[in-house]
C-alpha cells in the first residue's frame, strides 16, 4: 500500500468559484482515479487519470467541469469548475497499480469534503 | 451490465454478536469482489478481496468473506464485533479497469 493525501481536507466555498483538489501518493503508481461521494451515498467514479495521457471520464462527467492533471506518477488533481450547491460532496482520489500492473486494488485518500453556498 | 447490490442501509448489532453483511452481485463470468470499510471521517480501508482460488477470504480486522457463486453472494462476515466496527461497509466488483461500489451498508453497534 502507499500513503496517500489530499489537499485540502475539507473547504467552504461559494458558487461560480472553482476549487482544485490535490492528490499526492508517496510512491509511483500507474493508475489514479477520482470520485464523488455525495451525503449519504456511495462512490460514482468521475474519471481515470493515467500519466501522459488524458484522462477518461465516465458518463455524466465532463472535462469543463472537471478538468483534471496527472502531471507525474505520485500527483494528481481535480478541479471542480463553476461550483453549484449540488457539487457539495466528499470528493476521493484513489491509486491502483504500484508494480505497473492492473490489480484491481485501489486504494483511497482520505477525501476533501467540499461543502457549496 | 456489471453490478452490486447491498440490501441492508443499516445494520444494528450487539457489541461481541456475529455480524454478517449481505452482497449480491450480478456479473457473466467469474467476478473480482472487495470490501471497503470507511470509518467516520476517513477515506476507504480494503479489508478483503477474492480473485480466485479458496472461496473463503480472510481480511484484516478480523473480517472474512465467502464467495458464493450458486448465489450470487458474497458477505462479510466477523464472529465477534467490537464497538471501533461501526462504521459504513461497501461491497464491490471490478468491471474492466474500474471498480463498482454498492450503495453501502453502515453498522452499528449496541454497548
Known amino acids: 500500500s502507499a500513503v496517500i493525501s489530499q489537499k485540502p481536507s475539507r473547504d467552504i466555498c461559494q458558487r461560480g468559484t472553482s476549487l482544485t483538489i490535490q492528490c499526492q501518493v508517496d510512491?509511483?503508481?500507474?493508475?489514479m482515479f477520482w470520485y464523488r461521494q455525495q451525503p449519504g451515498q456511495s462512490l460514482t467514479l468521475i474519471a481515470t487519470?493515467?500519466?501522459?495521457?488524458?484522462?477518461?471520464?465516465e458518463s455524466g462527467f465532463v472535462i469543463d467541469k472537471f478538468p483534471i492533471s496527472r502531471p507525474n506518477l505520485t500527483f494528481s488533481t481535480l478541479t471542480v469548475s463553476n461550483m453549484s450547491p449540488e457539487d457539495s460532496s466528499i470528493y476521493l482520489c484513489?491509486?491502483?497499480?504500484?508494480?505497473?500492473?492492473?490489480?484491481?486494488?485501489?486504494?483511497f485518500g482520505p477525501g476533501t469534503r467540499l461543502t457549496v453556498t | 451490465a456489471q453490478s452490486v447490490t447491498q440490501p441492508d442501509i443499516h445494520i444494528t448489532v450487539s457489541e461481541g454478536a456475529s455480524l454478517e453483511l449481505r452482497c449480491n452481485y450480478s456479473?457473466?463470468?467469474?467476478?473480482?469482489l472487495f470490501w471497503y470499510v470507511q470509518s467516520p471521517g476517513q477515506g476507504l480501508q480494503l479489508l478483503l478481496k477474492?480473485?480466485?482460488?479458496?472461496?473463503l477470504v480472510q481480511g484484516i480486522k478480523g473480517f472474512e468473506a465467502e464467495f458464493k457463486r450458486s448465489q450470487s453472494s458474497f458477505n462479510l462476515r466477523k464472529p465477534s464485533v467490537h464497538w471501533s466496527d461501526a462504521a459504513e461497509y461497501f461491497c464491490a466488483v471490478a468491471r474492466d479497469d474500474k471498480i463498482i461500489f454498492g450503495k453501502g451498508t453502515r453498522l452499528h453497534i449496541l454497548p
Open positions: 487519470a493515467n500519466q501522459g495521457s488524458e484522462a477518461t471520464y
Open positions: 456479473y457473466g463470468a467469474t467476478p473480482y
Open positions: 477474492y480473485f480466485s482460488g479458496d472461496t
Open positions: 510512491s509511483q503508481v500507474t493508475m
Open positions: 484513489s491509486v491502483e497499480g504500484f508494480t505497473g500492473g492492473l490489480t484491481y486494488e485501489q486504494y
